[in-house]
Nanobody, 123 residues
Framework: VQLQAFGGGSVQAGDSLRLSCAASGRSFSSYAIGWFRQAPDKEREFVAV???????YYADSVEGRFTISRDNAKNMVYLQMNSLKPEDTAVYYCVADAWSSHWFKRPALLDYWGQGTQVTVSS
């Protein structure tokens, strides 16, 4: 599976942005697919994930502001980000793999990573 994330940019605090991730190579309908982010000088952190069943999980820091959705027919996943804050500034990575505890405990073991897209939120 190849993943390409896009839609990042520079916005003001309180603005919205939608990230998209296009998957190619094979259908990802049976995969979990989600987003991680990494800010400068910080650890990579989980943001959100959508299981093939449709169940979704969010980091506490984005719960209620971000929404993950997927279109299996188009091999696309989206991250709608509302009420953005400066602390949301990071490179956002689209990730896909089978559902497992790795999503929360050992993300380095997840198989498929996109190239990342920069999101910058200014105050």
């Amino acid at each position: 599976v190849q993943l390409q994330a896009f839609g990042g940019g520079s916005v003001q605090a309180g603005d919205s942005l939608r990230l998209s991730c296009a998957a190619s190579g094979r259908s990802f309908s049976s995969y979990a697919i989600g987003w991680f982010r990494q800010a400068p000088d910080k650890e990579r952190e989980f943001v959100a994930v959508s299981r093939w069943s449709g169940a979704t999980y969010y980091a506490d820091s984005v719960e209620g502001r971000f929404t993950i959705s997927r279109d299996n027919a188009k091999n696309m996943v989206y991250l709608q980000m509302n009420s953005l804050k400066p602390e949301d500034t990071a490179v956002y990575y689209c990730v896909a793999d089978a559902w497992s505890s790795h999503w929360f405990k050992r993300p380095a073991l997840l198989d498929y990573w996109g190239q990342g897209t920069q999101v910058t939120v200014s105050s």
